[in-house]
């Protein structure tokens, strides 16, 4: 079963950044499409963003465009979220999965979830 760990949330002001990383244990992170996903309180789990395998392709979900930088380090088996210029409305909980390869990030990537494969998350509160 494909196992994420979550790391780097905090809390920070608005208009503040940080990066989260998402590692992976036991297998090969390099096979996978990985995608970024967040849940507020009270609110469905949203997709944030993707990239696939080689990291050739990537898709941002509209907040996040602008906002966001996803990118990956198969060597180190990590894939990284930056988040600049972050907003009240972007605490939440985020989370990373394993998508399936579609050979290339369509925008709605988030219904290809590889089944088993959520981490625990980590939190990102957002506030002065």
């Known amino acids: 079963q494909l196992q994420f760990v979550e790391s780097g949330g905090g809390l920070v002001q608005p208009g503040g950044s940080l990066r989260l990383s998402c590692t992976t244990s036991?297998?090969?992170?390099?096979?996978?499409?990985i995608g970024w996903f967040r849940q507020a309180p009270g609110k469905e789990r949203e997709g944030v963003s993707c990239i696939s395998s080689d990291g050739s392709s990537i898709d941002y979900a509209g907040s996040a465009m602008g906002r966001f930088t996803i990118s990956r380090d198969n060597a180190k088996n990590t894939v990284y979220l930056q988040m600049d210029s972050l907003q009240p409305e972007d605490t939440a909980v985020y989370y990373c999965a394993a998508v399936a390869d579609l050979g290339y990030v369509p925008s709605y990537w988030m219904r290809y979830i590889v089944d088993g494969s959520w981490g625990q998350g980590t939190q990102v509160t957002v506030s002065s």
């Open positions: 036991g297998f090969t992170l390099e096979r996978y499409y």
